[in-house]
């Protein structure tokens, strides 16, 4: 099992994807601004190992809270969530962990806890919870999914959305292949290589590796003619926000890529737990779209490819409208259009499940 983040009593263990494929080093984060500057320069990242990596980062930082009372502790943790929910806007599970991790103490209170101490405790088992919750998903997911992958299948994918962009173990597009192998079929995998951070070339390939499953890695402009010569038989991709109507926010490129499996009859598939779903917000217009550092775009590490003083954009995600996808493969079944009563429905399931 990939460990991507892990709680210790030294502080949160989280596997450095920077340096992915070419070292496999872990750090230790002792304080929740660590854990926060890991999510923003994307040591951790993936939307459901963000929001895990988020609970466990303010656990920790309410561990060290040295106030002396309930209320120094709950102004202490109001500004860890803060500074979280400022590390990488368009990932919704990170802004679902927070208000996960700010119910503990809003429940707190309500039963009128004094105990700061005890309310620390639950914070950790929060985080610890959403840490299981979100293995338990992705192999649900993987279950679901796998159902509607063929066998002797050719799944192309975009970024990474396995274990790496999980808390682990299954992840959730590659869920849905190991899904499919784990119930006996035959399936290979063609893997986008993902620029600018060339996390198809250098994160999928590395863990599917790792588990024996065939994997090319292509450019991310070979897509439409690999699609052409008849090579691919699906494609399914992670997200890291869904709009209640189905919109999907993923990693740049990903709306190309529906584009052409539509256009080539491909069924286009999206995997990702509830937490994932956005239900506030109503179509893909109102996702955040985050734009990072242009390094990303000039250089490929320490290697500058680009002219200096030339204008770059770095959008690190696109949205694929809901009428390119198939379906949207959640924890809780397989949602179809239409997502806007499809989603619901399963999101009402999910709280009917958690009372």
Known sequence: MIKTVEWTKEGVRMLDQRLLPNEEKYLMLRSYEEVADAIRKMVVRGAPAIGVSA??????????????????????????CKVMAATRPTAVNLFWAIERMRGVITKAKAENIRDEEEIKKRLTEEALLIYNEDIEANRAIGLFGGELIADNSTVLTHCNAGALATAGDYGTALGVIRGAIHAGKRVAVIADETRPFLQGARLTAWELAKDNIPVTVITDNMAGHVMKQGKVDCVVVGADRIAANGDTANKIGTYMVAVLAKQHNIPFYVAAPLSTVDLATATGDGIPIEERDAKEVTHVQDYQMTPDGVGVHN??????????????????????????ESLRTLAAVRLARAR
């Open 55 to 80: 609970a466990m980062g303010l656990a920790l930082g309410a561990s060290q809270s040295v106030g002396t009372s309930v209320a120094d502790l709950e102004f202490d943790f109001n500004f860890m």
């Open 315 to 340: 959008f690190a995600f696109d949205v694929t409208p809901n009428e390119f996808i198939a379906a949207i493969i959640t924890d809780r079944g397989v949602a179809r259009p239409p997502y806007t």
